[in-house]
């Protein structure tokens, strides 16, 4: 028998998952990061695509960017960033790692589910490690710890991307396969 498609565990993760991205905006004025002119956004949303974006081969050098990590480490306050980014980023991973997988949750026991879960646990590891990595850095910007951090940000980013689609596409598909099992049932009564 399948779960079903609203399980608690799916209703607060979603809503923790809301209130984690509006904290991460609430936190912004805070002043952990300064935007300049080449540096202009955090390490951790390097690969969404934005307007600055001309071509696919300029969004690919985006990908294990330890330049950008060197050059955006001195537009951080090392101090204010712990006390509030890598704090609020510290518990999101756990957040959205359980919130994907109440989403794709209707598919447990399945091979689909058992990957993407090895899946998005290794998302939620690469994103710790990267928040502990560039915390480090931050205070000892010396040796090739960007390079890590670099990795570690790529790795977590096309992931949690990848893993996002896939939860609401797993939604979705759980939507059409409960309700078309529904309606069977319903004939057979």
């Known amino acids: 028998m399948k779960p079903p498609l609203l399980s608690p565990k799916l209703i607060i993760f979603t809503v923790l998952f809301i209130v984690w991205v509006l904290l991460f905006e609430w936190i912004k004025p805070y002043g952990y990061f300064h935007a300049g002119d080449t540096v202009t956004h955090i390490i951790d949303s390097h690969l969404q695509p934005d307007s600055s974006i001309h071509s696919l081969a300029e969004y690919g050098g985006r990908f294990f960017d330890h330049g950008y990590v060197q050059a955006a480490a001195p537009r951080y306050d090392p101090g204010k960033y712990l006390r509030s980014f890598y704090i609020v980023d510290f518990f999101f991973p756990f957040i959205y790692l359980n919130f994907f997988l109440a989403l794709a949750g209707y598919w447990k026991g399945t091979a689909f589910y058992r990957v993407y879960r090895a899946a998005m646990i290794f ?32 790795l977590k980013s096309v992931l949690f991307g990848f893993g996002f689609v896939l939860a609401v596409g797993a939604f979705g598909a759980a939507c059409i396969h409960w309700s078309r099992n529904g309606r069977r049932s319903a004939v057979k009564s």
């Open 123 to 154: 998302c939620a590891l690469f994103d710790l490690l990267e928040n502990t990595s560039f915390a480090y850095y931050l205070f000892h910007q010396d040796g090739g710890m960007h390079q890590l951090v670099a990795i570690f940000t790529t």
